[in-house]
């Protein structure tokens, strides 16, 4: 059984940070391609970062771009999202997600074949 746990999250303030994990088993982790993304109640889920297998290809939607640091550890499973000046507009459940084998747009939540449950992170002003 895949699964993604997520964990990290928590409530801060404005101009914060927080370090995120995803924590990933029943998958040989170096293969997929590793995401993070968003979502705000009421919306559509948005893509927030991405990272190649081996770490050395990143890329951010523009509005985290010099703030989020995605990174992972293959050794051990594991997926960060590291988060500094955060903002009020950052608030949302942080989701990771694993794509096995890329054939579609990044940013499109569809492309991903699994998902975690999610880690709550509030940014008050």
């Known amino acids: 059984q895949v699964q993604l746990v997520e964990s990290g999250g928590g409530l801060v303030q404005a101009g914060g940070s927080l370090r995120l994990s995803c924590a990933a088993s029943?998958?040989?982790?170096?293969?997929?391609?590793m995401g993070w993304f968003r979502q705000v109640p009421g919306k559509e889920r948005e893509f927030v970062a991405r990272?190649?297998?081996?770490?050395?290809?990143?890329y951010y939607t523009d509005s985290v771009k010099g703030r989020f640091t995605i990174s992972r550890d293959n050794a051990q499973n594991t997926l960060y999202l590291q988060m500094d000046s955060l903002k009020p507009d950052d608030t949302a459940v942080y989701y990771c997600?694993?794509?096995?084998?890329?054939?579609?747009?990044?940013?499109?939540?569809?492309?991903?074949?699994?998902w975690g449950q999610g880690t709550q992170v509030t940014v008050s002003s």
């Open positions: 990272i190649s297998r081996a770490g050395g290809n990143t």
């Open positions: 997600a694993a794509d096995r084998i890329h054939s579609g747009d990044y940013r499109r939540p569809g492309e991903y074949d699994y």
């Open positions: 029943g998958l040989t982790f170096s293969m997929y391609i």
